[in-house]
């Protein structure tokens, strides 16, 4: 599990509500006889661990850096991920398209795709044109699992929250780059080709103005 947005008492973490509804749609995928499973942007996620073993075929998509660090990990502790196929992706520069085509993953069989605490870290135009390409490779039957930190457009209150979680993740080198307000998650999937299933939010905290953490499940129009 990435470290999202952990500010206790302050911002809302989410986490255990992310995780649930992730890992639903893995098990509603598998039990619907779903046979691949991609990850994008997988980083440290454990679920083709968890949830492998049996013809699921699991496909990671991450930054070549993360992927080796954590194929090192595994197999220091003598963990086997035979089961996975690890696809070394800069999704701001490279062509995911080409990048899944060599992976394996067939665009005639339906998939799960999953996009986990990724969202926020690329720029709207690059969460677009994934949302795009997943789309076109989305055979009859295919889920898409994303989540989304959304933050109302508030007053002062809501702007200090934003600037304590902004310093906050530039001391752990991350930033984010889309910045999603109430309605947006949605529309990116509606304009991308994939119509909203189903959605469910992170519980209200007490100081959190707001904000939530969204988790949005779609299938495509067109397939
Ligand atoms: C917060 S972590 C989430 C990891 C995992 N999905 C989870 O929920 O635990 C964000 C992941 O996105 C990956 N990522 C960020 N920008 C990326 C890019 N341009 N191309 C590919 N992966 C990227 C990071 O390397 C990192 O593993």
């Known amino acids: 599990m990435g470290r999202g947005f952990v500010l206790p008492g ?6 255990a ?6 890992d639903e749609e893995v098990a509603r ?12 942007g997988a980083g ?3 679920r083709a661990l968890r949830f492998g073993g049996g013809p699921t075929r699991w496909i990671e998509v991450d ?17 086997s991920s035979a089961g996975v196929t690890y696809a070394p992706v800069d999704l701001g520069r490279d062509d995911l398209d080409d990048v899944l085509d060599r992976a394996g993953h067939e665009t005639s069989r339906p998939s799960l ?10 720029p709207l135009e690059v969460n677009a044109s994934l949302c795009e390409t997943l789309c076109a490779r989305a055979a009859p039957g295919t889920v898409l699992a994303v989540n989304a930190y959304v933050t109302p457009a508030t007053g002062a209150g809501g702007r200090a929250l934003r600037r304590v979680e902004n310093g906050v993740l530039s001391l752990i080198g991350e930033a984010r780059r889309t910045e999603f307000r109430p309605g ?19 519980a209200r905290g007490k100081l959190d103005q707001g904000a939530h953490l969204l988790m949005l499940a779609g299938e495509p129009v067109q397939a």
Do not use: H, N
């Open 17 to 22: 509500e992310r995780t649930r509804f992730i």
């Open 44 to 46: 440290y996620d454990g």
């Open 10 to 15: 302050l911002a809302p973490t989410g986490l």
């Open 29 to 40: 995928a598998i039990g619907g006889g779903i046979e691949q499973i991609v990850i994008v």
């Open 63 to 79: 930054v070549p850096s993360t992927q080796a660090d954590k194929r090192r990990r595994l197999s220091t502790l003598g963990i």
């Open 113 to 122: 795709f999953i996009c986990e605490g990724l969202l926020a870290y690329l």
């Open 184 to 202: 947006d998650p949605e529309k990116l999937l509606v304009v991308t080709g994939w119509r909203v299933t189903r959605t469910t939010r992170s």
